[in-house]
């Protein structure tokens, strides 16, 4: 009898651990400002979605493709965009005007501390990667191949408001307004 | 060959725009945006310069990331400048955007296309708000906010159901005709209250919605209006003005329980002690009731008495002056109250003489505690009746102690007052007698007061003067009396008492001579009593008499002590009951 009921309490813990842990990921970003971001890109999303002179395609596939993918797969394909931005979108991209630049500047900056943040909270609980968040990373990737750099560049600035959604409905962020 | 080129090419250019006429080189709109509200997206454009009649646009509309672009037939007006495509643009706020382009379009020619600057994505949506709905309640102000409910919408999809959390309001508040005071505070729910501290009039308010996670812009809603006025009719108004009825009845209740209980009481009867002013006696009688005068007690008031109070053991409980252990006759009525009427105090003994008088006077009078009259029953004649005259409050010169009016009506009143003095004196025959001693002990105090002047002797006079009629036996002498005050000496009127004694009403009732009072009046301080009572004889030639009766001894001791000490000694007249 006490066998059994130790294993049902320690099949319990388990089991909250469990749940507790899937839903870590999403409270990485917690302390994340996003909404100093999503200020920071309303300021120059005419000036470079202007520049976007190919409406019909798109990098970051649709949203829907984002919102079909499972809160297991959220670590991984977060962790993965943020590395597409930073390393391939802001570097690839060539801003003329300083103000457009400053801007894009501090929401790459804020990109990389949401990359540190993450990879802490990684390290405490394995961000594995699934497969649908491979497929989609690699979309993306292909997306993003198949434009001219610099027009590839200026689409995915342009598409940065989708993917901070995405974070935003993804990872719980409170907004601090 | 360069120069036929160079020609060639110049003709050509010149040609060209000539040519654009023809071609189709329109000029595209300068800009295209998208003005979108919840569920109300509209988009325009700028016309193009020297626009024709014939001119119109093409709207065409491209879901961002799929192609191709469709064209929207509905926008297809000339010279229209805007274009809604909510309609085709429902899944705005689920998907990444969308974009769309326009191009002017004439008869032969259409015009480059112009598209949206920016991908049109939710963040374009300008907020607004469906409406505000005021309530007054209790001097505050209840805010209802209503989002915005577009016919549009697919079913299901609502304001709140889309921007589900972090949705905010600012309020703007005008006191009319003021200008707007904008609080700078973010309502979180859409229900607010708002307090005005008091004033009325009228109030404006505006709101404007935001997201707190997102970077849309708010519009503000219309101004709404209410009036506050005063409210007299309150909650709180109501229950103080009852509170403070309920209190001030209390108070009134309280206030008129406590005069109640205060209130003056009517004094007994008996308490009363009419007051020997002027006004009284003269409403009465022209001459005041004093001591001095001696009228006849009703003998048939005695005999009312009388059977009453003979056996009555019970002692007076003021000092009646009488020694009597009977009740006094206070609680009587004062039917012997000579001083009140005339016909009253004419009463006369002379109906009822007593048969008998004790020597009881004598032996009363040591007993009492106080000398007074004392009336010896035996020693009056049928014919001295000294009427005693009930002194109660009756003093004409208004003093304190009521004084016994003895007055001398008949010879033979003296043995009838004596035994009414004597009170329980149980000699049957003299029925009369304590009946009529009793009132007149009741209203005998003991004391006969003395005179103090010529002023006694003056009203003395008088009244005596018209009781002599009345007082058949003693009338003469009486008057003699009377005339001896006269002879008085003021000062040797003391404010006193005479202890009177019996043996002086004997005295005056021997009928000594009126000259022979004379002498006696100079050395006697008379009572108001005795004045021209008993008392006052006693002084008098009656002093023989009152010897030859056996009182003497008694008095004459007490002359003695009168004629030296008149002034000083209290004179104290006490009838003495004979038991």
Redesign the interface.
Known sequence: MKLQSVSLWLLGIILILCSVDSRSFRRCLISTD??HI??SF?EI??AI??K?TF????V?????TLQSIKPLDVCCVTKNLLAFYVDRVFKDHQEPHPKILRKISSIANSFLYMQKTLQQCQEQRQCHCGQEATNVTRVIHDNYDQLEVRSAAIKSL??L??FL?WI?KNHEVT?S? | MLLRLTVLLAALLSLRPGSDAHGTELPSPPSVWFEAEFFHHILHWTPIPNQSESTFYEVELLRYGIEPWKLIPTCRQTLMLSCDLTAVTLDLYHSSGYRARVRAVNSTQHSNWTVTNTRFSVDEVTLTVGSVKLEIHNGLILGKIQPPRPKMAPAGVTYESIFSHFREYEIAIRKVPGNFTFTHEKLRHENFSLQTSGEVGEFCIKVKPSISSRTNKGMWSKEECVSLTRQYFTVTNVIIFFAFVLLSGALACCRALQLYLRRRRKLPSVLLFTKPSAFNLSSQRPCPETQDTIHPLDEEAFLKVSPELRNLDLHGSTDSGFGSNKPSLQTEEPQFLLSDAHPQANRTLGSGEPPELGDSCSSDSSNSTDSGICLQERSLSPGTRPIWEQQVGSDSRGQDDSGIGLVQNSEGQAGDIQRGSALGHDSPPETEVPGEEDPAAVAFRGYLRQTRGTEEKATKTGCLGEESPLTDGLGPKFRALLDDEEGWHPPALAKGYLKQDPLEMTLASSGAPTGQWNQPTEEWSLLALSSCGDLGTSDWSFTHDLASLGCLAAPGGLLGSFNSDLVTLPLISSLHSNE
């Open positions: 996003m909404h999503e200020e309303q999303k005419k979605q202007a976007d409406p019909n395609v798109t970051l596939s649709t949203l829907e342009g598409e408001d989708v959604a935003d907004s307004a």
